[in-house]
């Protein structure tokens, strides 16, 4: 009877769950549904290819009894509490080997708890990060399994059919032990932030030479492409062509510059302060979020500090290419400092995450793809172990390239009083970075002055304390 049973189940049937379970069907496997909502019970049925074998149910049970053992289910529900909630309706109806999967944004200390929790019930609990929107899930996401091997040996066929691919590798890697799948698209998150943040404040560095919304669509546009051909451009371009039906102007013109966040920002710059690795543009992003939020006081405080008049540079077509370099600069710096947080995290947490994999899968379907990403492939299938993008040589050489545009907005941007936090903590990341004799021995000295904390040495092994004069 086991080919009348269902071959993969999923629990939560938003635009997500739907889209994916749907991608599934197209690409030949038996796939069932389950959502309270029976509306969207009926929608997962009535939007399925014709010839695909698709179910929706509104009983979790039924769901569980018409699927072939081990079963294999994914849950797209809210992260949080929801999840804890699905887990506990699952246990009485699963049995060992049987796998489940959490496909949401969790926070990956969530994960590895359910991991250790679910292992008394002897049924397999992998997090598994999913990236590429509505659309991605329905033709072809960037997926991040992490946990046990095993489970991921009964799923892999599955999330490797419905992946995006690039040059005919699928998105979707093994990519550690624990929570390593979560972790990974956590650092996915933070970097998708802070290049976002980026490209909001070279549009606001454009605006300020005179380009209105066609020119901005042109530009971004002819960045999207070699080098710089990303997502994120891509999508940019479009906006500024966007009409508003209802005030007939520009859609970007009439939106609120107060931007939300579900969180996935924060956490990865939580984690990188815990982890002690840098990520300060993932953290300018993640602030700058939240500087966006306090529109009321930046209406009050404009009225009280006036915009410095020096405009940037009369060279429209020069500062567009210099505001290009730039970008990719600070572009580079962002993945570099996600990177260098897996390359820590991965020991850190026992995770094993193999680096060149975790590339691999973002070099398609997610929110961050970009042509960067090939460079960075290279590099760390040349030297897996590399602690930082930045040494690698051809990362160099594009870095070296662009680096006297990069400083050259910079002082434009702060000559004219334009934000630019993000492209400021990019450039000063790069600096502190290159820099082999920080000014840290005065931190340092100061640290024992008032605190008799100890310091090292350049010339003799130890830690010392001295008893500073005061005068
Ligand atoms: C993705 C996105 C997705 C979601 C973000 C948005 O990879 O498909 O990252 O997971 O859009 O969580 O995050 P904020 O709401 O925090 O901006």
Redo the contacts with the bound molecule.
């Keep these: 009877m086991a080919n009348s049973l269902y071959e993969f189940g999923m629990i939560g049937l938003g635009v997500m769950g739907r889209n994916l379970l749907l991608n599934m069907a197209d690409h030949g496997f038996a796939v069932i549904g389950f959502d309270k909502d029976t509306e969207k019970a009926k929608a997962l049925e009535s939007s399925a290819t014709a010839g695909t074998r698709v179910k929706g149910v509104v009983s979790l049970e039924e769901m569980i009894s018409q699927l072939q053992r081990p079963r294999r289910v994914m849950m797209l529900v809210p992260a949080g509490k929801p999840v804890d909630d699905v887990l506990e309706s699952l246990k009485p109806l699963l049995e060992p080997g049987d796998i489940v999967i959490d496909g949401g944004?969790s926070h990956f200390t969530d994960t590895l708890r359910r991991v250790e929790y679910t292992k008394t019930s002897g049924f397999h609990f992998m997090g598994v990060?999913?990236?590429?929107?509505e659309q991605?899930a329905r033709t072809g996401?960037?997926i991040m399994p992490g946990g046990d091997q095993e489970a991921y040996a009964h799923v892999k066929p599955m999330l490797e059919a419905i992946s995006a691919k690039v040059e005919g590798e699928p998105c979707v890697a093994y990519l550690g032990k624990g929570a390593a799948g979560h972790y990974v698209?956590m650092v996915?998150?933070g970097i998708?932030?802070a290049i976002m943040q980026l490209i909001s404040e070279s549009y606001r560095l454009l605006q300020s030479a005179g380009l209105n919304n066609d020119q901005l669509h042109e530009v971004y546009k002819n960045w999207n492409s070699g080098d710089m051909q990303s997502f994120l451009l891509e999508i940019t371009a479009d906006i500024f062509l966007q009409n508003d039906d209802k005030s007939g102007q520009r859609l970007i013109d009439v939106i609120l510059d107060k931007?939300?966040?579900?969180?996935?920002?924060k956490w990865t710059s939580q984690e990188a302060m815990d982890l002690a690795v840098p990520a300060t543009i993932i953290d300018t992003a993640v602030s700058m979020r939240t500087v966006s939020a306090y529109k009321d006081e930046r209406v009050l405080a404009a009225k009280v500090y006036a915009e410095p008049k020096i405009p940037v540079s009369a060279d429209t077509q020069l500062f567009i290419s210099q505001v290009k370099d730039a970008l990719q600069f600070a572009t580079i710096m962002c993945y570099a400092q996600g990177m260098a947080m897996l390359h820590t995290a991965s020991e850190a947490h026992d995770m094993q995450i193999p680096l060149p994999d975790a590339v691999k899968v973002w070099r398609g379907g997610?929110?961050i793809r970009s042509a960067l990403l090939g460079t960075f492939y290279k590099a760390l299938k040349e030297t897996p172990e590399l602690p930082n993008l930045l040494l690698n040589k051809a990362v160099a050489d594009i870095v070296k390239e662009k680096e006297h545009n990069m400083r050259a907005v910079i002082v434009q941007a702060a000559q004219a009083g334009l934000p630019a936090a993000g492209f400021m903590a990019a450039l000063s990341y790069f600096d502190a970075y290159r820099t082999e004799k920080l000014p840290t021995n005065l931190v340092q000295a100061q640290r024992d002055y008032f605190g008799a904390h100890t310091y090292q040495r350049i010339d003799m092994p130890g830690s010392f304390h001295t008893t500073w004069l005061h005068h």
Excluded: D, F, L, R
């Excluded at 990060?129 to 929107?133: A, I, L, R």
């Design positions: 944004n990060g999913v990236s590429g929107g991605g996401p960037s698209k996915h998150n998708e932030y931007a939300g966040s579900k969180g996935t920002g997610c929110i």
